[in-house]
């Protein structure tokens, strides 16, 4: 027999609905945000200055002018080549990457304008199976680098990846070879590269393109690496500094030219464009001397401004 028994039954768990909420809350100061509010920002935080990951429309949003995007290779579409599966098939994970972000891969790659400069851009998307490349993305990245050199305009590329696409294995690796490959011969043409690295640039794209701008600007606080910081404990057993890897701690140690918030992007890719198209590498200032320099081997570096970052007022 029972002591007690419960008369009525008791309170039943409210079904969930499927509400988009207002408001979110900042993994970082844990302070609420108004989504409206954090979008009219730029996706930053206003209280503690925080990136949150973008989808690539946005970038389009804050970079070109008017908006205008003109995408090119946007068909492209992956391959289960290996027929890959570990929790879930390859060729599922695609479709439902595909599904969720209306893109067929992890980069969109177009031309724009940026305050006039007529540049080809490559923006990668985290949200797209970790923005992973496979060997689309190195393919479409490869090709924007062709146009770019084709019409002796700017390139850039915006990484956001967790590294190489281990569903393609060594196909992946050799995107590598491929994209930096093409970048050699965008240097030797003197055709200016500027790499962005936002959260998180890691693996094959750090270990390639990411890191073979003529100038490397990073967002606040992203995080960028080889190896992320967890593995590198586990593997060497001590503990990592402070802010490792992080966008701050990589401008100290060399592998960034600068960290740019995104309201300052736009300004920033200005300022190094007037000074690459004003300059004395420009094309049209030289009266086409410019193939006979690149001819030479010896000659200098097209493009350096290292130094005339650190002149620049400090970054916050
Ligand atoms: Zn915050």
Request: glycine share 8%; aromatic share 8%; charged share 30%.
């Amino acid at each position: 027999m029972d002591w007690f028994k419960r008369a009525k039954e008791g309170l039943k768990p409210q079904k969930k609905r499927d509400m988009p909420s207002l408001w979110m809350k900042c993994e970082v100061c844990e302070e609420i945000i108004y989504k409206k509010e954090l979008e009219r920002n730029f996706y930053v935080c206003s209280t503690c200055q925080r990136h949150f990951r973008i989808q690539s429309s946005e970038y389009i949003k804050i970079l070109l002018d008017d908006e205008k995007f003109e995408e090119f290779n946007a068909n492209i579409t992956s391959v289960d080549f290996l027929k890959f599966r570990a929790n879930k098939k390859y060729a599922d994970q695609i479709k439902e990457a595909t599904k969720k972000t209306g893109m067929n891969e992890a980069i969109r790659t177009g031309f724009g304008k940026i305050y006039g400069h007529d540049i080809v851009l490559c923006i990668m998307d985290f949200s797209f199976i970790g923005g992973s490349m496979g060997s689309v993305v190195g393919e479409k990245v490869a090709r924007a680098i062709d146009e770019s050199l084709k019409r002796r305009i700017p390139l850039i590329i915006i990484s956001a990846s967790g590294g190489a696409r281990m569903m393609e294995g060594a196909l992946s690796l050799m995107q590598l070879a491929k994209t930096s490959s093409r970048l050699a011969r965008l240097s030797e043409a003197g055709v200016l590269y500027v790499s962005i690295l936002t959260d998180p640039t890691t693996g094959g794209v750090t270990a390639s393109y990411a890191m073979l701008g003529d100038v490397i600007l990073a967002e606040p606080g992203a995080l960028i690496g080889f190896a992320g910081p967890r593995v590198i404990k586990q593997t060497i057993g001590q503990d990592l500094p402070e802010g490792f890897q992080r966008a701050e701690f990589q401008l100290k140690h060399g592998f960034a030219d600068a960290v740019v918030s995104r309201h300052e992007m736009k300004e920033k890719l200005k300022l190094i464009f007037d000074f690459a198209t004003d300059g004395p590498f420009n094309k049209d200032s030289t009266n086409g001397e410019l193939e006979q320099h690149t001819e030479q081997s010896e000659q200098p570096k097209p493009f350096t401004v290292v130094e005339d970052f650190e002149k620049l007022p400090s970054e916050n």
